[in-house]
Nanobody, 122 residues
Framework: QLRLEESGGGLVQAGGSLRLSCAASGKSDTVDAMGWFRQGPGKDREFVAGISYSGAKTFYGDSVKGRFTITRDNAETTVFLEMVDLKPEDTAVYYC???????????????WGQGTQVTVSS
């Protein structure tokens, strides 16, 4: 069974930065693309960023383009989300996901981490 575990969330002021990490374990050799989603209070879960297995393709939600960067380390089967210029509307639980991708978009499989809270104060 594949397991995903996020870390790195916390409380930060608007304009600040955070780096999230997600480590895969268990059947980590089955991991292909990986991604991040988030769910804010009273909101639906939304796509944040995705990255292909090789790292050559990245995908971003419109609200985070230019501020968030997704990278991965396949040797450690870990994916990272670097977040800068954070805004109060970025406040959410951030979930790691294992998925796949085409040339144009990321698609999630039904494998999720437990989530990590990011809170941005104004």
């Amino acid at each position: 069974q594949l397991r995903l575990e996020e870390s790195g969330g916390g409380l930060v002021q608007a304009g600040g930065s955070l780096r999230l990490s997600c480590a895969a374990s268990g059947k980590s050799d089955t991991v292909d693309a990986m991604g991040w989603f988030r769910q804010g209070p009273g909101k639906d879960r939304e796509f944040v960023a995705g990255i292909s297995y090789s790292g050559a393709k990245t995908f971003y939600g419109d609200s985070v383009k230019g501020r968030f960067t997704i990278t991965r380390d396949n040797a450690e089967t870990t994916v990272f989300l670097e977040m800068v210029d954070l805004k109060p509307e970025d406040t959410a639980v951030y979930y790691c996901n294992a998925g796949g991708n085409t040339a144009s978009y990321y698609y999630p499989y039904d494998t999720w981490g437990q989530g990590t809270q990011v809170t941005v104060s104004s």
